[in-house]
Nanobody
Framework: QVQLVESGGGLVQPGGSLRLSCAAS????????TGWYRQAPGKERDWVAD???????NYAAAVKGRFIISRDNAKNTTYLQMNSLEPEDTAVYYC?????????WGQGTQLTVPL
């Protein structure tokens, strides 16, 4: 059974950095695009960044220049390096992936950046 598992969330002071990981496991033939969304308390889930299998990246305006998405295809893992963190970045971060043409979501990992 295919699944995505995020890790790396936590509490970070403003201005700090953190890296999230999203590992795909199971019987996988191919992984297409992957990416991240986030959902702050009381708000809708917002797209953060994505990366194609070839490494092309896209970012939401709110994180461009601060976050870097990358992937290690040999490890079936996608990363989100988050720098210059702000309280507004506090949210549950969800990764997703197109695996064998099926869309999967991870379970989410919490990032908290206090005021």
């Amino acid at each position: 059974q295919v699944q995505l598992v995020e890790s790396g969330g936590g509490l970070v002071q403003p201005g700090g950095s953190l890296r999230l990981s999203c590992a795909a496991s199971g019987n996988i033939f191919s992984i297409g695009g992957t990416g991240w969304y986030r959902q702050a308390p009381g708000k809708e889930r917002d797209w953060v960044a994505d990366i194609t299998s070839g490494g092309k990246t896209n970012y939401a305006a709110a994180v461009k220049g601060r976050f870097i998405i990358s992937r290690d295809n040999a490890k079936n893992t996608t990363y989100l390096q988050m720098n210059s963190l702000e309280p507004e970045d506090t949210a549950v971060y969800y990764c997703y992936g197109e695996i064998d043409y099926i869309h999967y979501w991870g379970q989410g990992t919490q990032l908290t950046v206090p005021l």
